[in-house]
Structure formats: C-alpha cells, structure tokens
C-alpha cells in the first residue's frame, strides 16, 4: 500500500495490521511522532489524519490508507517555524520534549477547526495528552497564544502570567 | 451533599547536591579559531534544562554572546565525568563546574589579548565577545581575533577545565547523627498555600489554586525555573490527591498498568498557579544560584491535607487522598470515632494505621513516659 | 549584553518543536536485534528450573543471557557510600519481586523474542511473602532477604539510621501537650513520557557504544563495567537527551543486559520497555511509614520530636540506605527542634525495589512533619502561620545532626506567602527576620542547640 506523510507518497512493506506508529518510526525512519505508551494512552504518538488527530499507536496502517498524513516534520522546519511551534519556544512550552510533537499536533488541530484562546476549552482539546514535566500551563498558554495569532520573540522566553519576582535577603 | 472549599499551608527546606556530598561534576571547554567556545559537560538533560543552564554560565562567565557557545554532553569519550542529574545538582554543582572551566579560558584569553594589545591583562575586561581596556574604551580588541591570534601567532590552544566537588561529609558519630561537614551544597526554601474543593458526596477532592513562593537563590534562567515549579507542583498534585502504585497498600493487588488505571495528572487537574520567586544568593554557587529541581514537588500534599482538614474537619495523613479515604473519613467523623485519643497530655491521632496496632510486637512506637 | 538571568530560550528548543531532538529510540543501527524478558510471576519464590534450551534454538533468536552470563552478577550501585551488593542482575536461586528479570533474549523482532521467552522454561517453588513492613520485625514474619528483614549496614553495622539530640525525656516531661500521628504517603512511579530504554552497539575494535536514557551517563558506565569487569575506555556511553527521569533512570540496568546481549551475539541490540513493564516493573518511588510524637508547650514551642521511620525499600537495598539517611538529616523541616530522638529502617518488602523520586527522603518527612505542624496548630488552636514563624530555622540555629544554618529563608518565605494570600500578621510576626534568635524567640530550652555560623 501507499502512505502519503507529510506531502510526500511512500510505498509500503509493513502488513496492513502493523501500528501506523510503527510503520513512521521502523520502516519509514519518520521518528517525531514518539512510543510512549503504545496503549493509547498517553498522545506521543499523535500524528495528523486529514487534519484530525488519531493515535498512530492504535491504528493499524491499513486504516491510513488514502490519508493525508501529518507529523511534526510537516508542521514546520528550522527556517520556517510554524506560528505553534514558535510559541512552544517562546512560552517554554517544552522541557524533556518527549511529549511535544503530539501537543504540537493537537494544538494545531484545535486551532485549524477554529479553536480561541480559551483556556477550558483547550485543556478540553488536549485533554488526552500527559506530559510529566511542564505541568501542562505553559503548554496551555503556548495554544492560547498561538491561536489569539500572536507574534513570537524567539530570543527570549515568556514570563509566565502568575509570576512575581522579588529580590530576599540581607538589604 | 456539598462542595467545601479549604486552605491549607506548607513550609519547607530541601538541599542541594547529593546528601553528604563527595559528588564530582566535570567539564572543560576548548575555543575554536574564531573565538567561537565549546563545552563539554557530562550532564544529562532531563528536561531540566541543564543544557540551557550551563551554556548561560559559561558565555556570562568569559564574556561572550550566549550563541558563541556550543555545548556538547553527548557522550563519555569527550565529556568528562558528572555523577549525573539528580539531588537538585545540575545548575549549583555542575553548573560550577563549568563556571570553573569558563574561568580559566577568559584567563587565558586576557593573557593573550595582554600581549597583543600590550596591556596588563588585569587592566582588561571581555564584555559581549569584546576585550577592552579598562577605562579605554577605544583600545579593544574582539575575542574572534584573540583567538585567531593564539592560534596562529602564538602556537596555543585555549582551553579551560573545571571539577567541582565538595569533600565527603562523613558521620563522625553513628549515635547522634553528627557529621564532620554540612552534608549539603546549599538548602533551598520555600512555602505554598492550597486552595481545595471537596465534594461530600462523591469524596473527589480538586485543587483550585496553589500559591508558592521559592527561594531559588539566584534564577540563572527565570522561565526555566518557573517551568520546574509548575511541572513539580503537578508532580506533588499527583502525589498528594490521585497516584498510586499500589491501591491496596500494603498490599499488591490491582497495580495499574496504563495511564487509564495509573492517574498521573492531567490537563483538566490543573490548578491556577501563582509563583513567586525570591533569590536569597547562596554563598558560593554559580551566580548565587541554588537547586530547585525536586523541591517543586514537595510542599503540595501537606498544604493539600492540610487545606482537606480545612474544608471537611478531617485529617488524611495516607496519600493519595482518595475519594474513598475521603468519603471513609467522613463516614468516621459522623460516627464520631475520627477523635484522636487523649489521655493527660496526650493526643493520639491515626492509632489504627500504627505500628503498634499491626506488629505482633517486633516493632513499637512509643513516647517517653 | 546579560546572560545570567536571562530568559534564553532552551538550547535544544528549536530540536523539541521540530520534531528532531534524538532520544534513543530514535537512533537507528543495521542489523539491531530486539529485546524482551522473562520476568518472576511470583512475589517471591525459589527458582527450581531454568532451561533456556528451546529459546536458543529458535531461529532468529541470536542471544539469550541468564545469571550465569554476567562476570560479576551481584554490584551496589552505591557501594562507594558502603551500601553492600545484594541484588542479582539477573534473578539466580531466587526471585524476591513479581516482575523481576530471569533471563533475556535477543532476537530479530519484538514478535519473535516475545515467542522465545514463551520457551524458556522455568520452574517455581513459592514462598510466602512480607508486605507489609510493620510486620517485618516480627518473630513470625517471612524472611526475604538473605540479611533479614531491614538493613543492617549503617555506620559501625548499626541496623537502622540514628538521630539523637538533646534530651528527649526533659522535652516530654516538659510539654504541655504532646501530638502523635502516623504519615503514610504511597509509592508513586516517575512516568516519564519515555520509557526505559537502551540500546548497544558492539563496535569493530571490541568496544561497546551504548545509547542510554540514563540520568547519569559516567554512574550507568560504571554500573556496567562492574558487572561486566572491564575498564571505563571499553565502553562509550551516549546519551545526555533523556525524555523525562524524575529518578527512575538512574538505578537502570538495561545498559548492562543490552550490554551482555550484544556481547553474546554480535549484533547491535536495543530494549525499549513497554509503558506496561514501566508501570508494573520498573522502580518506584518508595512508600513511607513515619509515627511522630512532639513535644509542645500551649504556646506553640516545639521542646522534642521522637520519630520512627519505616522506609519501605521492596525487595533489595538499592539506594534506600542512602535516601533513609538523606530524610533522617532533615525530619525537623524546617524549624528548630533541640530535642530529638529519631530511629528510621530500611525494610525489605516482596515488591518491586524502590529507588530515587524527586526528592528523594525529604518530599516524605515534608509530608509527614508539615501535617504534623498543621495539626498541632489546629490541636492548641494556635495560627498555623505564626507557629512556623516562630519555630523557623534561624542563623545559628542548628540542624538534627548540628549543622549550623547560616541563611535560612523560611521566615521570608512564610512571610511573603502570607503577604500573597492576605493573611493578616500581627506586627511582631511581620517584622521577624531569620536573625540569629534573641529575646522572645530565644527561650531557655532553645539556648544549647545554637551554634556558631561564622565556623561553618
């Protein structure tokens, strides 16, 4: 069978029943879209299929037949970083980064079928995605922004909107 | 059949660097031809940050532009040693490290910019990839063409090495406790207050807000820091209201196997969180700096048990704080048997989860009369 | 241009959003063989059998290892700081944990070594298992450890972890009230979004590159040159990208199996764990039982704490020695207690051995004694706030174990927190400073546990 990633048309050997998942990673080299959990569980395997996010760990190849699909390598590169992407630089969105390319992903699902900067329904949307090491706020804002259509300064990082410095100690 | 809102605080402390000390972090840094800084650290990034952390010292340190460094921790042939990221020790103990390393290569840079320039070394400073004379602005020279020189004209390689290292603290006395030097780099601070809301009827406890103040000692990367107090206080949220290995400790049985039936924390778990941070430099860590790493997760389950005490009149002291721990202590306090016992100066709470209620004798707690 | 204290962005951010940073699942060698083991079904149990004849045979099977293929099959981890082996890599006479490793196979695909380790045959004698480490003590309880039921190698082979302070009868005989509670916080798993997972690569000139998830590249390359007894230049470790630890990828020993494996076949060799083998199997953070009795007067002073500490270590030591010790330093929080009497054990349980989380020996005597304070606050109807403040480590004030404390912020820190949330101080509360004590907030019995900060 054929897999259509990120634009570009592969010819498949894996069997119809291998996980989508499998076939990116193993036998097409396509490694963003990450096994966490290979139980549904988690979203680090979250590719985009006609624009919808599906668990790539979950579904067997076949079913992706005559699909466009989209991982993380198609949402922007280096020298042309898509707005989302930006804002997970910008509002530190990612720390191991493990989880990233499936919050990437849904986030931008959400934002392409008209998502706004709310922050319940966000969390809503992405609700199916753990991420260990962020506490998902950044993450939320990183979204927020992205879909208010905010610009991004890639030099510095965001403060984070409940936060105070202040100075202690011997005056 | 209600919602009860509570609050409840927490204050606590947590060193820095592994307990006792005796833990090496090592790194040492070569500068290319064009002035360009390479390191090399053996720290892993866990998504701390450490990469991000350690470039920053070094580039402040010697007096370059933070893009001139390129920080390399990939592997064990050209890294040299760190005991490894853990113990809250990546940014004060190898964070040293390469501050050490930083501080011999502008040494070194100073004493060849000194010849070329015919300058006292001492009379000059770097400042954004720039050697000027102290007081001559005019007289400079770029760090680029320092390099180039010691490479070309001088026959020399710039490099620095850094380790650090506090000596082990051993236990001069096995019966006290006592030690022969602080055990610890440095101790962090910090407090945080829970706002809850339990549900009487089905036992679900929901934090709404956390409001947390931590004394980093100096944030060398404020975003950083924040992003290890928010991803440590869902940590500590998980912790404290809904993971566990083992629903039926002590026994085994019924162990969750998938993030269905294991519940760490989600998205829709989130409470408001509102942070503060207080830099209390500490003595001797890079720029002032302390760890932070694994505080994050400290303070939130006894502000949370504390604030459930608040909202309902009863104490859970088993964590997680479950629905039915909840909903069972309710139960209790209805019936009246959730009192701590007391008798003269005494007052026993939780006597039925104590060793003296469970071993046939081999262990026992008891105060002194 | 200031770099310290500037909000840089993350050096490998642009890597993360891409999709390009390299975790190492994602390294890709020819020729790698897939892992998959055979772990204990029991909690504890003597091994009868172990044949791995069938497995071996199976075509595209390329290694299986047992206990028998490892030159130095017992290696503590922390045996630098004096903790003693006493755990198999692979499982030999016994298994003391359901999940534990018996024997591993390298094969073509995950398919196949999953049908191999199905081979290999193994039989069980089981035993009765200790859970619950009230009970360990116990003249009845089962043994499961070859030491017995605690550890027993502390400092001068004391069998548990010692505190003593002050004295702790004058503090109880002294007290108004005293308030006993019993913490118990749970084992909790670090999760993170990666699982556990390895993989080596046997090179030309008889080194091994081994790809680690560690947290700790140079404390994995010393584990594995230890079982393996080989010096460090054999092995190359690369790593430095972990997707998330918290602790759980410290103590790992898929470095040293992949190791033995790709050794035995030649081939490159690579086990990623299942999330359900990380849930089930892998290390925890460990379970705590602490009983804490304080001694207080009606207005808020803390004379003494006496506190027993069970530290729950499942079936080997690993570092809980270590972390027991870490909690032992710090189970006054903190505050400045002059009277203390703490004991802590390590017990051994039949369940997966705990090791370091976040925190490790602190984020459970944080739970336990900040509890602990909220309820004595409540019990003497004092504010949980001014009794911090007033019990706050000061400088000069001295730790359990006599370090003097030379800049402690807790004052600060509760007084901004009060600040924050709108909590009313009065004056005297507002205005204190984590000055060395004096007048009110030096009493009598808090006069023989100062010391001198300037000697630190």
Avoid at chain 1, 46 to 61: A, F, N, Q, W, Y
Avoid at chain 2, 152 to 157: N, S, V, Y
Avoid at chain 3, 428 to 452: C, F, W
Wanted: hydrophobic share 35%.
């Amino acid at each position: 069978m054929n897999l259509t990633v990120n634009g570009v048309t592969h010819e498949i050997d894996s069997s119809p029943l291998t996980p989508l998942l499998d076939v990116l990673r193993e036998e097409l080299g396509i490694t963003g879209a990450k096994a966490g959990c290979h139980q549904g569980g988690c979203g680090a395997c979250t590719v985009l299929i006609d624009g919808e996010p599906r668990r790539s760990c979950l579904m067997p190849v076949g079913y992706a037949d005559g699909g466009e699909i989209m991982t993380v390598e198609g949402l922007g590169t280096l020298d042309d970083l898509s707005p989302i992407q930006q804002a997970f630089i910008h509002h530190y969105a990612a720390q191991c980064g493990f989880c990233t390319s499936g919050m990437l992903l849904a986030g931008q699902a959400y934002i392409d079928h008209g998502g706004t900067d709310d922050e319940e329904a966000i969390q809503n949307a992405l609700a199916g995605h753990v991420c260990r090491c962020t506490g998902y706020s950044k993450i939320i804002d990183a979204v927020a922004a992205t879909a208010r259509g905010d610009s991004f300064d890639l030099t510095e990082t965001a403060v984070g909107k409940h936060t105070t410095m202040a100075t202690g100690g011997a005056e | 059949m209600a919602k009860h809102r509570g609050k409840g605080i927490a204050a606590i402390e947590y060193p820095t660097g592994m307990n006792q000390n005796g833990d090496p972090s090592q790194a040492w840094i070569k500068v290319k031809p064009d002035g360009r800084v390479d390191v090399f650290a053996g720290t892993a990034d866990i998504g701390n940050g450490s990469k991000t952390i350690q470039t920053q010292i070094v580039a402040e340190t010697i007096g370059v532009p933070y893009d001139w460094v390129t920080y390399d921790n990939s592997n064990t042939d050209s890294s040299p040693m760190c005991t490894g990221t853990f113990a809250s020790r990546a940014t004060f103990v190898a964070g040293m490290a390469a501050l050490k390393a930083a501080q011999e290569v502008k040494v070194k840079l100073l004493e060849i910019a000194g010849k070329e320039l015919e300058i006292d070394p001492s009379d000059l400073e770097i400042i954004d990839g720039e050697v000027i004379a102290k007081g001559a602005p005019q007289t400079k020279m770029s760090v680029a063409d320092v390099a180039g020189a010691a490479t070309f004209g001088h026959g020399e390689l710039i490099t620095g090495t850094g380790a650090q290292l506090k000596p082990y603290s051993t236990i001069i006395d096995s019966e006290s406790g006592a030690v022969d030097l602080p055990p610890h780099s440095a101790i962090s601070y910090a407090s945080c207050a829970a706002e809850i809301e339990v549900d009487d009827e089905t036992g679900q406890v929901r934090i709404l807000r956390l409001q947390q103040c931590y004394d980093v000692g100096r944030a060398i990367n404020p975003t950083q820091v924040e992003g290890q107090i928010e991803g440590g206080a869902m940590m500590g949220l998980g912790l404290g209201v809904l993971e566990n290995c083992y629903p039926y400790y002590p026994g085994v049985e019924h162990r969750g196997g998938m993030f269905g039936s294991y519940l760490a924390p989600g998205m829709e778990d989130m409470p408001q969180i509102d942070t503060i941070m207080i830099e209390n430099p500490s003595a001797d860590g890079p720029y002032g700096a302390k760890g932070i790493g694994e505080m994050a997760n400290n303070p939130q389950p006894p502000a949370i048990a504390a604030a459930v005490h608040d909202a309902i009149g009863v104490w859970i002291t088993e964590l997680p704080i479950t629905p039915e721990r909840v909903l069972r202590a309710l139960e209790a306090k209805e019936a009246g048997t959730s009192e701590p016992r007391r008798k003269g100066k005494l007052v026993v709470f939780d006597e039925e989860l104590s060793v003296n209620a469970v071993s046939s004798g081999g262990m026992r707690f008891e105060v002194p009369a | 241009m200031k770099v310290v204290g500037a909000r840089i962005p993350r050096y490998d951010g642009t890597a993360h959003v891409t999709g390009r940073t390299t975790y190492v699942d994602d390294v890709r060698v020819p020729g790698t063989l897939w892992t998959k083991a055979l772990r204990s079904p029991h909690h504890h149990a003597a091994i009868t059998k172990l044949d791995t004849s069938k497995a071996e045979a199976m075509e595209g099977v390329h290694a299986v290892i047992t206990w028998k293929d490892v030159p130095l099959l017992e290696y503590g981890h922390l045996a630098a700081l004096g903790i003693p082996a006493d755990e198999p890599l692979l499982a030999k006479d016994e298994v003391r944990y359901l999940g534990q490793p018996i024997a591993l196979v390298a094969a073509e695909n995950e398919d196949l070594a999953a049908e191999a380790v199905s081979r290999i045959e193994v039989g069980f004698e089981e035993r009765p298992a200790l859970f619950d480490v009230r009970q360990a003590f116990d003249a009845e309880a089962p043994e499961i450890h070859h030491e017995g039921n605690w550890y027993k190698h502390f400092e001068e082979e004391m069998d548990r972890r010692q505190i003593r302070k002050g004295d702790i009868k004058w503090a109880f005989d002294n007290a108004d009230t005293i308030v006993q509670g019993v913490y118990r916080p749970a084992a909790i798993e670090h999760a993170p979004i990666e699982t556990q997972v390895c993989q080596v690569v046997p090179e030309a000139n008889g080194r091994l590159t081994i790809y680690s998830c560690t947290q700790a590249l140079y404390f994995s390359m010393g584990v594995v040159a230890a079982h393996l007894q080989v010096p460090l230049n054999k092995l190359k470790v690369v790593g430095g990208t972990t997707g998330g630890g918290f602790g759980g990828k410290v103590d790992t020993a898929t470095e040293t199996m992949c190791s033995l494996l790709a050794m035995k076949s030649g081939r490159p060799v690579k086990w990623r764990w299942t999330r359900e083998e990380e849930f089930l199997c892998s290390s925890t953070r460990a379970p705590w039982h602490m009983e804490i009795a304080d001694a207080v007067t009606k207005d808020g002073w803390i004379l003494g704490r006496k506190m027993l500490t069970l530290h729950d270590s499942g079936a080997y030591s690993r570092f809980s020695p270590y972390g027991l010790t870490k909690h032992s330093f710090h189970h006054t929080g903190a505050y400045t207690i002059p009277n203390l009497e703490f004991d802590g054990y390590v017990v051994y349980t039949n369940r997966t051995p705990t090791t370091a989380m976040r925190g490790f020996g602190v984020t459970s005597v944080s739970f336990a004694v900040e509890t602990h304070m909220s309820r004595i606050a409540d019990v003497l109807g004092l504010d949980p706030i001014e009794i911090r403040l007033k019990n706050a480590n000061r400088i000069g004030d001295t730790s359990p174990n006599g370090i003097v404390y030379t800049d402690p912020s807790t004052v600060l820190t509760i007084q901004t927190m009060a600040e924050t949330t709108g909590h009313e101080l009065p004056a005297d509360y507002r205005t204190m400073t984590s000055e060395p004590r004096s007048g009110d907030l030096l009493p009598e019995h808090l006069v023989a546990q100062l010391g001198n900060p300037e000697e630190h």
